[in-house]
């Protein structure tokens, strides 16, 4: 997925050289390179995030509880 994003972005770029004047170089970038990428790695990328706070969640829980079941002695 990141080779395709790094493509795109490859080809906005030259569109972004294109243009005709800076402003509209600046704009082509942004709004047809880097929001609609960030937009798809951000998209793509939740069921990652899902499964890392999952994780993390299942790390900390038996831990707490396996603290809380021994009393000290």
């Known amino acids: 997925m990141h080779i395709v994003a790094i493509a795109w972005l490859y080809v906005t ?6 243009e005709s004047n800076v402003v509209a170089g600046i704009l082509t970038l942004l709004f047809y390179g880097i929001l609609p990428v960030a937009l798809l790695l951000w998209l793509f990328g939740g069921p990652g995030r899902r499964r ?7 790390e900390a829980t038996p831990a707490a509880a396996g603290d809380a079941a021994d009393p000290p002695q």
């Open 13 to 18: 770029v030259l569109m972004a050289l294109t």
């Open 52 to 58: 890392r706070a999952a994780r993390k969640a299942a």
